[in-house]
């Protein structure tokens, strides 16, 4: 059922013949005899400047709607909206389907690589894991020194620095050059 206009000065509904209608841009209705009466460009209830609309057939829909029953509305919409639901699923699915294939094509071929590297470690022969060549005279890094080979303790004793070969041996020389480096 569609709500009943009226106007909003006189109180008076359409009738044949009808004054002409119109909607305020306030939100207010009037018929044309209490329109004239009032301010040109003035709502009649509220005061405020606005635009005025004639009511007819050929207005827009979504003015057409403030008149409508709220039953008829939910029925139009409804169809709209399941419409619009129905699309929107549609391309969600196709968009799902889309990454389940991606999805399956990258666990593949990670299986196929992960393959790959354990055919690999299968035929590399296994390191040989050697102690890395000391002179008698060198010291391995990583151990903590005995007071007996302190190097600073010896060098303040005796003032004298050692050779640059025993330097050189105690030394590990990375054959790679660093990235960090300049080289």
Partial sequence: MAVPVFCNSCLCEPRNPTPR??????????????????KKDECLVCRTACRT??????????????????DVLCKKYSKEISQVSEFQEKHRKHLLTYHKQK?????????????????????KPPEKTTPLPFSSTSRNPFS???????VYSSY?????????SETMEAMEIDPVPSPMRKV
């Fill in 156 to 164: 303040s004793l005796h003032s004298s620095r050692p050779s640059t």
């Fill in 53 to 70: 609309l004639v009511l007819s057939k050929q207005i827009s829909p979504d003015i057409q709607s403030l008149f409508m029953g709220v």
């Fill in 21 to 38: 209608f119109s909607l305020t841009s306030c939100g207010h209705v009037f018929c044309e005899i209490c329109l004239q009466k009032g």
């Fill in 103 to 123: 999805i399956a094509k990258l666990e593949e071929s990670l299986k196929k690589v992960t393959q790959q590297m354990q055919q690999m470690q299968c035929m």
């Fill in 144 to 150: 903590i020194p005995s007071r007996k080979q302190n």
